[in-house]
């Protein structure tokens, strides 16, 4: 009996030995739990559906492609506020991996001390939304760059891709707010009168979380110029391992048409024949 027992917390020890934690911000691994519902992850084939955002799209499609690359490890989670905390332990080996996807402009910057994926999104592909308050008549009715005149805008420069694209388009003010929840939250108060975000999944692509609901200008988007990738940590010990697999995985995906497939599905790429792209 006392041989059972130390047999099975040896086997228990080697199994959490072997799970890799991932540091997940809070409210998309909500979604990711609300959309999987139980499902086993790597079969998941369908996209569509409730709580399903681009940020869900990566974590489902990181976890297949690794596994496709022949990585078996497996993930177990921790959420909270971790933003660009996320950072820091991938360059010191805390974190292994990212599943929320990078730009490439904010990739590069780490490069001595990550590993970067071949790209998840393409350069071009990401079209994102003008998301604003539904009382923000100002913002619902632009047509064109020189509506975007008398508006106000919200990023991060920590986001280099997103700040850069704002920076290029002729706004009355661009504010800085490092936190993506309170970015939301100014613009559900119209404290400030818009954000770029990805076309949500919803009929309507509009987004709600918690007290916070913004909706998008109908028919009109912006593209963001930069690709986005996975990076895998140098320093955590399984990154060498972990980045040959994902590469391998993510062609894999791309041969057989899986990761356009999931980001249409999701919402996140639309028929632009549906749009005015109106910084191209």
Same mark, same amino acid.
């Given at each position: 009996?006392?041989?059972?027992?130390?047999?099975?917390?040896?086997?228990?020890?080697?199994?959490?030995?072997?799970?890799?934690?991932?540091?997940?911000?809070?409210?998309?691994?909500?979604?990711?739990?609300?959309?999987?519902?139980?499902?086993?992850?790597?079969?998941?084939?369908?996209?569509?559906?409730?709580?399903?955002?681009?940020?869900?799209?990566?974590?489902?499609?990181?976890?297949?492609?690794?596994?496709?690359?022949?990585?078996?490890?497996?993930?177990?989670? #921790?959420?909270?506020?971790?933003?660009?905390? %996320? &950072? +820091?332990? /991938?360059?010191?080996?805390? =974190?292994?991996?990212?599943?929320?996807?990078?730009?490439?402009?904010?990739?590069?910057?780490?490069?001595?001390?990550?590993?970067?994926?071949?790209?998840?999104?393409?350069?071009?592909?990401?079209? #994102?939304?003008?998301?604003?308050?539904?009382? %923000? &008549? +100002?913002? /619902?009715?632009?047509?064109? =760059?020189?509506?975007?005149?008398?508006?106000?805008?919200?990023?991060?420069?920590?986001?280099?891709?997103?700040?850069?694209?704002?920076?290029?388009?002729?706004?009355?003010?661009?504010?800085?707010?490092?936190?993506?929840?309170?970015?939301?939250?100014?613009?559900?108060?119209?404290?400030?009168?818009? =954000?770029?975000?990805?076309?949500?999944?919803?009929?309507?692509?509009?987004?709600?979380?918690?007290?916070?609901?913004?909706?998008?200008?109908?028919?009109?988007?912006?593209?963001?110029?930069?690709?986005?990738?996975?990076?895998?940590?140098?320093?955590?010990?399984?990154?060498?391992?972990?980045?040959?697999?994902?590469?391998?995985?993510?062609?894999?995906?791309?041969?057989?048409?899986?990761?356009?497939?999931?980001?249409?599905?999701?919402?996140?790429?639309?028929?632009?024949?549906?749009?005015?792209?109106?910084?191209?």
């Amino acid at each position: 009996m006392l041989l059972l027992l130390v047999q099975s917390t040896l086997v228990t020890a080697l199994a959490r030995q072997d799970t890799i934690l991932i540091y997940i911000r809070d409210d998309v691994y909500e979604d990711y739990l609300q959309f999987i519902d139980g499902r086993d992850v790597l079969q998941i084939t369908n996209f569509s559906g409730k709580n399903i955002r681009r940020d869900v799209v990566d974590m489902i499609l990181a976890q297949q492609a690794l596994r496709l690359g022949g990585f078996e490890h497996k993930f177990s989670y #921790a959420s909270g506020k971790v933003n660009f905390r %996320n &950072t +820091k332990m /991938l360059q010191n080996g805390r =974190l292994l991996i990212s599943f929320d996807s990078y730009w490439l402009n904010d990739a590069l910057p780490l490069a001595d001390k990550v590993f970067i994926s071949q790209a998840v999104i393409r350069n071009g592909e990401y079209v #994102a939304g003008i998301y604003t308050s539904p009382k %923000n &008549t +100002k913002v /619902l009715s632009v047509k064109n =760059l020189q509506d975007l005149k008398q508006l106000s805008a919200v990023s991060t420069p920590l986001w280099r891709t997103d700040w850069q694209t704002l920076q290029s388009l002729p706004l009355k003010e661009l504010v800085r707010e490092d936190s993506w929840l309170s970015m939301a939250r100014m613009v559900n108060i119209q404290w400030v009168d818009f =954000l770029l975000m990805a076309f949500n999944s919803t009929p309507d692509k509009s987004f709600t979380m918690d007290v916070v609901h913004l909706v998008p200008v109908k028919n009109i988007a912006v593209v963001l110029n930069d690709s986005r990738h996975f990076v895998i940590s140098k320093a955590h010990p399984k990154g060498a391992e972990a980045i040959k697999a994902m590469n391998e995985g993510i062609s894999k995906l791309r041969q057989k048409g899986a990761i356009k497939k999931a980001y249409q599905q999701a919402g996140f790429f639309i028929d632009e024949r549906d749009i005015t792209i109106i910084n191209r």
